[in-house]
Nanobody, 112 residues
Framework: EVQLVASGGGLVQPGGSLRLSCAAS????????MSWVRQAPGKGLEWVSY????????TYADSVKGRFTISRDNAENTLYLQMNSLKPDDTAVYYC?????RGQGTQVTVSS
């Protein structure tokens, strides 16, 4: 059974940083591309970033490009999202995903 558990969220002031982690289990993590997606209050799901299985290729939504960095540690079955220069519009529940499968999310709130 695929399990994806995100952590590292919290309350941060505008301009601050957070690093999200996602612990993956139940599948061969190193064989699959992974994504981060988010859902803001009252809005639909938004794709944020993707990384291929080896970590060599990454892509980002325009809204986070230059501020967020996705990475992975295949030895530890862990996906990361470094978020810098956070804005109130980044407030959302963040999920890691393997294709259409999303795990437990983590809340990020950007507010002064």
């Amino acid at each position: 059974e695929v399990q994806l558990v995100a952590s590292g969220g919290g309350l941060v002031q505008p301009g601050g940083s957070l690093r999200l982690s996602c612990a993956a289990s139940g599948f061969r993590f190193s064989l699959f591309g992974m994504s981060w997606v988010r859902q803001a209050p009252g809005k639909g799901l938004e794709w944020v970033s993707y990384i291929d299985s080896g970590g060599a290729t990454t892509t980002y939504a325009d809204s986070v490009k230059g501020r967020f960095t996705i990475s992975r540690d295949n030895a530890e079955n862990t996906l990361y999202l470094q978020m810098n220069s956070l804005k109130p519009d980044d407030t959302a529940v963040y999920y890691c995903s393997k294709g259409a499968v999303r795990g437990q999310g983590t809340q990020v709130t950007v507010s002064s």
